[in-house]
C-alpha cells in the first residue's frame, strides 16, 4: 500500500511543476528575450534539483507498483502504461528537448541573445506542455489501475 500512495503522491507532484510551466507559457511567450531569460536564470533553480528527484521517485515507485500488480488483471497494463507515459516524459522529451534547451540558454546573457532565441523559447515552453500531457495521462493511468486493483 505504500508503494501505491507514494507512486501517487509523486506522481501528483511531478504534474504540478509542469502544469505551472503550461499556466505560465501564454505571459512568457509575450515577454521580450530579456526577460525571458531572466526567468530561466532565476525562476527554476529548485526544479532542477527537487523536481528532479520527484520524477525520479515518481518514475521508480510507479515501476515499483506495477510489479507489485503484476498478477492483478487490469491493474498490471494500466500501472504499466503509466510508468511507460512518465518515462517518454523524461527520457522522451526532458532529456531529448527540455535539457538541450536548458543547456544552450544557461550560458546566454541578456546583452547577447542569439537571433534564433524565440525557436529556443517555443522549443523550452512547447516541450513542458508535452510533458505535462503524458504526466497527466500517467497519472490518470495510474489511478485507473489502483481503481482496478479495488474492483
Not at 78 to 105: H, Q, Y
Amino acid at each position: 500500500m505504500i508503494w501505491l500512495i507514494a507512486a501517487t503522491v509523486l506522481a501528483a507532484l511531478l504534474m504540478g511543476t509542469s502544469f505551472s510551466h503550461v499556466l505560465q507559457m501564454g505571459p512568457k511567450m509575450r515577454v521580450d528575450g530579456a526577460q525571458w531569460l531572466r526567468y530561466q536564470h532565476t525562476l527554476y533553480r529548485c526544479h532542477a534539483s527537487v523536481g528532479g528527484a520527484v520524477e525520479a521517485g515518481a518514475l521508480l515507485a510507479t515501476l515499483v507498483v506495477a510489479w507489485l500488480v503484476h498478477d492483478e488483471g487490469p491493474a498490471f497494463p494500466l500501472a504499466t502504461f503509466a510508468a511507460l507515459l512518465l518515462a517518454a516524459a523524461f527520457f522522451g522529451v526532458w532529456i531529448c528537448v527540455t535539457r538541450v534547451v536548458n543547456r544552450r540558454t544557461a550560458h546566454w546573457t541578456e546583452a547577447a541573445l542569439p537571433d534564433d532565441w524565440q525557436r529556443w523559447r517555443a522549443r523550452w515552453e512547447y516541450s513542458h506542455a508535452v510533458r505535462f500531457a503524458l504526466q497527466l495521462l500517467g497519472f490518470v493511468a495510474l489511478l485507473c489501475a489502483l481503481l482496478a486493483r479495488e474492483a
